[in-house]
């Protein structure tokens, strides 16, 4: 035991203070650091088109599927898109309450893109009946492709939400389907 005891302090003078490669503990990151992190990050590993798009097209006899806006480093290959129910908010729906689903914040949750994709496939229409939904399978598609946290200007998306006013609408905290 006492050998064991001897390695373990032997280690922890010869251990690195931090495991991360980039930058120092404490320090912010500065566009040097960004620009390293990038070059590290910036491989893709899967396909957004694929993944995402090509999905989209098998709701667009069901569902209004709309182009909102396209991540800024490539709007071609990155457009971002929201899936709503038809008449989202119109005349009589404009009564229901409504629910947001997302996917995709970061790009290493796959299984919220696709458990967003599987509930516009199977559930939003029954849904529909009772809520305006939208839903936006994934926010962050660059992160998705390169299976990262953050976007590629190393930002993280959980800590750049901006709160506005949402009334008069009722969205939904808690709805079982």
């Not at 931090?18 to 930058?23: A, C, E, L």
């Not at 490539?74 to 729906?93: C, E, I, W």
């Not at 599987?118 to 939208?134: G, P, R, W």
């Not at 009334?167 to 709805?175: F, K």
């Amino acid at each position: 035991m006492h050998a064991a005891l001897h390695a373990l302090q032997n280690y922890r003078m010869v251990a690195p203070s931090h495991f991360y490669p980039i930058g120092k503990p404490g320090v912010a990151w500065g566009e040097a650091e960004r620009a390293e992190w990038l070059s590290r990050a910036d491989v893709k590993s899967r396909s957004y088109a694929d993944d995402v798009l090509a999905q989209l097209e098998q709701f667009k006899s069901r569902f209004d599927v709309i182009q909102y806006g396209a991540l800024s480093q490539d709007t071609q290959r990155y457009p971002l898109h929201v899936v709503k129910t038809r008449d989202f908010g119109v005349g009589a729906n404009g009564d229901k309450p409504y629910i947001l689903i997302t996917g995709g914040t970061h790009g290493y949750e796959t299984s919220g893109v696709l458990g967003a994709l599987l509930f516009v496939q199977q559930h939003m229409e029954k849904s529909s009946a009772h809520y305006n939904i939208a839903v936006i399978p994934c926010v962050s598609p660059w992160s998705y492709e390169c299976i990262q946290r953050w976007n590629a200007k190393a930002i993280d998306p959980n800590r750049q939400v901006h709160v506005y006013d949402l009334a008069p609408t009722r969205w939904c905290s808690d709805v079982t389907l």
